[in-house]
Protein backbone atom coordinates (compact mmCIF):
# COMPACT_ATOMS: atom_id res chain seq x y z
CA UNK A 1 0.00 0.00 0.00
CA UNK A 2 1.31 3.42 -1.24
CA UNK A 3 0.79 6.62 1.37
CA UNK A 4 0.11 9.69 0.41
CA UNK A 5 0.40 12.81 2.62
CA UNK A 6 -0.30 16.59 1.13
CA UNK A 7 0.72 19.58 2.63
CA UNK A 8 0.84 23.36 2.59
CA UNK A 9 -2.18 24.34 1.54
CA UNK A 10 -3.78 27.64 3.07
CA UNK A 11 -5.78 31.12 2.38
CA UNK A 12 -4.14 33.65 0.21
CA UNK A 13 -4.29 36.27 -1.74
CA UNK A 14 -4.66 36.93 -5.18
CA UNK A 15 -0.99 36.81 -7.06
CA UNK A 16 0.39 35.14 -4.24
CA UNK A 17 2.59 31.71 -4.20
CA UNK A 18 2.41 28.90 -2.67
CA UNK A 19 3.92 25.22 -2.78
CA UNK A 20 2.45 22.04 -2.07
CA UNK A 21 4.08 18.74 -1.19
CA UNK A 22 3.13 15.47 -1.28
CA UNK A 23 5.22 12.74 0.64
CA UNK A 24 4.57 9.18 -0.65
CA UNK A 25 5.91 5.84 1.47
CA UNK A 26 7.31 2.75 -0.88
CA UNK A 27 10.89 2.15 -1.60
CA UNK A 28 10.13 2.30 -5.45
CA UNK A 29 8.91 6.14 -5.51
CA UNK A 30 11.23 6.94 -8.37
CA UNK A 31 9.22 4.48 -10.79
CA UNK A 32 5.59 6.39 -9.62
CA UNK A 33 3.58 9.08 -11.96
CA UNK A 34 2.72 11.38 -9.76
CA UNK A 35 -0.48 13.72 -10.72
CA UNK A 36 -2.31 16.36 -8.56
CA UNK A 37 -5.87 17.01 -9.08
CA UNK A 38 -8.40 19.34 -7.81
CA UNK A 39 -12.10 20.03 -6.52
CA UNK A 40 -13.41 23.08 -6.39
CA UNK A 41 -16.61 23.60 -4.34
CA UNK A 42 -19.52 22.03 -5.91
CA UNK A 43 -17.31 20.86 -9.09
CA UNK A 44 -16.02 18.03 -10.17
CA UNK A 45 -12.49 16.67 -9.28
CA UNK A 46 -10.05 17.75 -12.35
CA UNK A 47 -6.61 17.37 -13.81
CA UNK A 48 -3.90 20.42 -12.52
CA UNK A 49 -0.98 18.11 -13.71
CA UNK A 50 1.40 15.43 -13.08
CA UNK A 51 5.09 13.87 -13.78
CA UNK A 52 6.40 10.57 -14.83
CA UNK A 53 9.15 8.54 -13.94
CA UNK A 54 11.43 10.15 -16.24
CA UNK A 55 10.61 13.97 -15.08
CA UNK A 56 8.38 14.56 -18.09
CA UNK A 57 5.93 16.93 -17.04
CA UNK A 58 1.97 17.89 -17.93
CA UNK A 59 -0.41 20.41 -16.95
CA UNK A 60 -3.94 21.46 -17.74
CA UNK A 61 -4.65 24.20 -19.56
CA UNK A 62 -6.02 26.53 -16.81
CA UNK A 63 -2.65 26.10 -15.23
CA UNK A 64 -0.02 25.85 -17.69
CA UNK A 65 2.54 28.70 -17.21
CA UNK A 66 1.52 29.43 -13.47
CA UNK A 67 2.19 25.75 -11.99
CA UNK A 68 5.18 23.51 -12.18
CA UNK A 69 5.58 20.21 -10.66
CA UNK A 70 9.15 18.69 -9.87
CA UNK A 71 9.79 15.61 -8.07
CA UNK A 72 12.87 14.96 -5.31
CA UNK A 73 12.90 11.09 -5.11
CA UNK A 74 15.35 11.27 -2.42
CA UNK A 75 12.68 12.52 -0.32
CA UNK A 76 9.94 10.52 -2.10
CA UNK A 77 7.98 13.86 -2.71
CA UNK A 78 6.34 15.69 -5.64
CA UNK A 79 6.45 19.70 -5.14
CA UNK A 80 3.72 21.18 -7.29
CA UNK A 81 4.72 25.55 -7.59
CA UNK A 82 1.83 27.43 -7.73
CA UNK A 83 2.44 31.13 -9.17
CA UNK A 84 -0.19 33.98 -9.18
CA UNK A 85 -2.95 32.70 -7.69
CA UNK A 86 -6.46 33.25 -8.47
CA UNK A 87 -9.58 33.01 -7.06
CA UNK A 88 -10.75 30.58 -9.13
CA UNK A 89 -7.94 28.25 -7.75
CA UNK A 90 -9.56 27.43 -4.94
CA UNK A 91 -10.01 24.16 -4.53
CA UNK A 92 -9.08 21.21 -2.32
CA UNK A 93 -5.64 19.98 -3.90
CA UNK A 94 -4.85 15.81 -3.95
CA UNK A 95 -2.14 13.84 -5.08
CA UNK A 96 -2.33 10.69 -7.03
CA UNK A 97 0.07 7.91 -7.48
CA UNK A 98 0.46 5.19 -10.14
CA UNK A 99 2.82 2.45 -10.13
CA UNK A 100 4.82 1.79 -13.13
CA UNK A 101 4.29 5.64 -13.98
CA UNK A 102 5.86 5.87 -17.59
CA UNK A 103 3.01 7.81 -18.62
CA UNK A 104 0.92 11.05 -17.11
CA UNK A 105 -3.20 9.79 -16.81
CA UNK A 106 -5.21 13.23 -17.06
CA UNK A 107 -7.87 10.72 -14.90
CA UNK A 108 -8.68 9.81 -12.23
CA UNK A 109 -8.92 6.04 -12.48
CA UNK A 110 -5.67 5.97 -13.97
CA UNK A 111 -4.22 6.86 -10.67
CA UNK A 112 -3.87 3.70 -8.20
CA UNK A 113 -3.14 5.68 -4.99
CA UNK A 114 -4.97 9.20 -3.77
CA UNK A 115 -3.96 11.34 -0.52
CA UNK A 116 -6.60 13.21 1.70
CA UNK A 117 -6.53 16.53 0.30
CA UNK A 118 -5.25 19.73 1.36
CA UNK A 119 -7.09 22.77 0.81
CA UNK A 120 -6.14 25.86 -0.70
CA UNK A 121 -8.24 28.93 -0.68
CA UNK A 122 -7.21 32.12 -2.74
CA UNK A 123 -9.16 35.81 -1.78
CA UNK A 124 -9.79 38.21 -4.51
Known amino acids: QVQLVESGGGLVQAGASLRLSCAAS????????MGWFRQPPGQERGFVGG???????DYGTSVKGRFAIFRDNAKNTVYLLMNNLKPEDTAVYYC??????????????????WGQGTQVTVSS
Open 51 to 57: IDMNGNT
Open 26 to 33: GRTFSNYA
Open 96 to 113: ASKLLGSIIPRYGGGYDY
